[in-house]
């Protein structure tokens, strides 16, 4: 059975870095705020829940997603940016309705079994 966009609560696009691209992640966190109405979310200097990479968390409202996901696309340069929807049932958001700009990298889904 289809499900209505309106289950979609929010987005959490995950900007991955490592200790060679963090200046790269920094530049592009100092843009996004000047830019879009969102909440940031910490530095992660280290992999936290299913997330391979060193990370930092962009979230935002289901009406910016046309604005801001062009807008990474375009300005991400080299770092991997994972998006995915907040519907309440995370394993399902994270594993089937994910984008991914840049690589696609194998994500670690037994933290949110």
Same mark, same amino acid.
Request: proline share 9%; charged share 25%.
């Given at each position: $059975?289809?499900?209505?966009? %309106?289950?979609?609560? +929010?987005? /959490?696009?995950?900007?991955? =870095?490592?200790?060679?691209?963090? &200046? ?15 909440? $940031?979310?910490?530095?992660? %200097?280290?992999?936290? +829940?299913? /997330?391979?990479?060193?990370? =930092?968390?962009?979230?935002?409202? &289901? ?24 519907? +309440? ?25």
């Amino acid at each position: $059975m289809p499900q209505e966009i %309106d289950a979609i609560r +929010g987005y /959490h696009a995950h900007v991955y =870095y490592d200790a060679d691209s963090k &200046p790269a992640a920094a530049a592009l966190r100092e843009a996004i705020e000047a830019r879009f109405d969102i909440r $940031m979310g910490r530095w992660h %200097d280290r992999p936290v +829940g299913p /997330h391979p990479r060193w990370s =930092y968390q962009v979230a935002f409202e &289901p009406p910016l997603f046309a604005e801001i996901v062009p807008w990474l696309a375009l300005n991400r340069g080299d770092l991997v940016i994972f998006i995915h929807p907040e519907t +309440g049932d995370d394993l399902p958001d994270h594993r089937d309705r994910a984008l991914w700009l840049g690589d696609c990298l194998e994500l670690n889904l037994d933290a949110l079994r």
